[in-house]
């Protein structure tokens, strides 16, 4: 069977690809801050996927005699909140939905926002700046405001968080994807592509993706926090999720009133938000810098 020359050309990419990746692994794994973030990223993924055998109580199970334990109390090792209910159980198993919450709208977010920036970037002209103008009036708004703005009119739940929260990363991420596939777009090698008769959708697909997907994963993976963090407003809110839901942003709401009689207690919401949330910026960071060709 005869090869022709653009299987030989597409054998080559997909070959530089494969070294181009493997060197972003190698340098990755010298960024000793950013492994110990996945690592802490990942036990914090594993401690919400296997919550029923990890907790050690039920974490809707209350009890009014042991409301607001303090830490290290006997079968409490973390307090009990306002309820009676067992710190550590809620906080595992608020892990659920609060990963869920700060990584499922990036991802969707990402995949809306990629192609419509990647759209908007190949095509160029009127497509391009029609899209982006709309996409800018979004944009405009603060994010905090937007996020409040939108569940605040679909109503409180996680299904309107979620709604929210997409609609208000689709502008940033599809601003990069646009930026990012402008500059593919005016390399040789994509003109060449064009000169040879090539289709719009092939060039996309063989020589435009493998370019900018990398960059606008790292800016997706960067909005995890802020999605965490916004999610949990909503619900310290009473816009987000609803109880007797555990979810960090939620617990900080009921245990609010506490702080005055057990502020550790009523902090260690805060602490896993916290905890999360510097993970995943410090891995994007890590990801970031493995990923830039001039070190």
Request: include cysteine; aromatic fraction near 8%.
């Amino acid at each position: 069977m005869a090869v022709t020359a653009d299987t030989v050309a597409h054998l080559a990419t997909i070959e530089k690809s494969q070294g181009y990746w493997r060197s972003v692994w190698t340098r990755f794994l010298r960024d000793k801050v950013a492994v110990c973030a996945g690592l802490v990223a990942a036990g914090l993924v594993l401690m919400a996927v296997f919550a029923p055998w990890i907790a050690p109580a039920n974490p809707l199970d209350g009890s009014m005699i042991k409301r607001l334990s303090p830490i290290g109390t006997e079968g409490y090792p973390l307090g009990a909140d306002e309820l009676g209910r067992d710190m550590l159980s809620r906080l595992i198993y608020g892990a659920r939905l609060s990963l869920f919450m700060g990584v499922v709208p990036v991802l969707i977010a990402f995949t809306i926002g990629a192609a419509i920036g990647i759209a908007a970037g190949y095509l160029g002209g009127w497509v391009n700046t029609i899209t982006m103008r709309v996409l800018d009036v979004l944009y405009a708004f603060p994010s905090v405001l937007l996020a409040i703005a939108i569940s605040g009119a679909l109503g409180a739940g996680i299904l309107n968080g979620l709604l929210s929260l997409t609609v208000v990363f689709i502008p940033p991420i599809a601003r990069v994807a646009e930026s990012v596939t402008t500059s593919v777009r005016k390399l040789e090698y994509i003109e060449a592509a064009q000169a040879s008769g090539a289709s719009s959708l092939r060039i996309v697909r063989d020589h435009v993706l493998g370019n900018v997907l990398g960059p606008i994963f790292v800016y997706a993976t960067s909005l995890i926090s802020v999605s965490m963090i916004l999610a949990a407003g909503l619900s310290f809110l009473g816009l987000g999720v609803s109880p007797p839901n555990a979810e960090w942003g939620l617990m900080l709401n009921t245990l609010r009133n506490a702080i005055y009689v057990q502020p550790w207690l009523a902090a260690l919401p805060g602490v896993m938000i916290f905890l999360t949330s510097i993970s995943f910026n410090m891995l994007s960071d890590g990801l970031r810098s493995a990923m830039d060709v001039k070190q």
